[in-house]
């Protein structure tokens, strides 16, 4: 199985590691602390050389926030966030993934050399499934979201949410293939907390291998979730604290639940830890 993306065919024959650095000062776990209002980006520098030496298998920038609420970012904002970034991450000799939704950053860092293009959006915004389609080998990570940042969680889905999940995942997957994309681009995000309720969140992570059926590999984004605060803490509120410290073990845990229940990439902020947990599980099923 591989993901073809920019520069990289990645060999998902064993589960990936996707090290992320937000580029933001309000990303709901680590805002602000690789992000410098004055343009300064040493600090997310070398906190992407850190992830690599951690044993990231690839990287994952972003410059907006998108937790609940987040307010959008505008665009020359963004750019100023990312690029500089990117330039460096490009030189590190893992793949780069870059998390937006705009089309403009996208043909931006894809100019840069980034590999991957990781939407919350999986492309629904105007003029971006056109970037991806027009790029000749880019990768493609299309998520599931639950209306928008700012509502997605003051109405969450209804029902069973793994069938509409899937759905509206093939139906993305569907039409990047008709933009004459190549399938071996593409990969699925089941966007844990992008819209779902906790029950909902641990139902996709029950049956993830039902999203299997869609014949593409999936990323699991659990790390440091509100959900897993939820089940891990002792008290409401403590769930309400970011009790970021607290969050690494339940994260490292649901990453490993989720490869033995079919991811190949897991998305995270604790890439040491993860790196090792899930030598842990190669060491089991060898």
Not at 91 to 115: I, Q
Not at 233 to 248: F, T
Request: proline letters at 6%.
């Amino acid at each position: 199985m591989i993901w073809q993306t920019s520069r990289f065919q990645i060999s998902l024959e064993r589960p990936r590691v996707m090290g992320i650095v937000n580029v933001t000062p309000d990303s709901f776990s680590d805002g602000g602390n690789y992000f410098s209002a004055a343009g300064n980006q040493r600090t997310a520098l070398a906190h992407c050389e850190q992830l690599v030496c951690d044993g990231a298998d690839m990287l994952d920038i972003g410059g907006e926030s998108t937790r609940p609420g987040a307010p959008p970012v505008p665009l020359d904002e963004e750019l100023a966030r990312v690029l500089p970034v990117v330039r460096h991450a490009v030189t590190l000799g893992v793949p780069v993934s870059v998390d937006s939704y705009k089309p403009e950053v996208m043909a931006a860092v894809l100019d840069l050399g980034a590999d991957i293009i990781n939407d919350i959006w999986a492309l629904r915004q105007p003029g971006a499934a056109a970037v991806v389609a027009a790029h000749p080998s880019c990768g493609v990570c299309l998520m599931h979201m639950h209306r928008e940042p700012q509502t997605m969680q003051a109405a969450p889905m209804e029902g069973d949410v793994l069938p509409q999940v899937l759905s509206f995942l093939e139906q993305a997957a569907k039409e990047l293939l008709a933009r004459g994309v190549n399938a071996r681009r593409i990969v699925l995000d089941p966007g844990i907390g992008f819209g779902k309720s906790v029950a909902q969140n641990f139902s996709l992570l029950a049956r993830q291998q039902e999203l299997l059926a869609a014949g593409y590999p999936v990323l699991a984004g659990w790390s440091r979730k509100s959900s897993l605060a939820a089940v891990s803490s002792n008290s409401l509120a403590s769930v309400a604290k970011l009790d970021i410290a607290d969050r690494m073990v339940p994260s490292v845990t649901a990453a490993v639940l989720a490869v033995e229940r079919g991811a190949r990439v897991v998305r995270v902020h604790d890439v040491r830890e993860t790196v090792q947990a899930l030598k842990v599980w190669a060491a089991l099923m060898a």
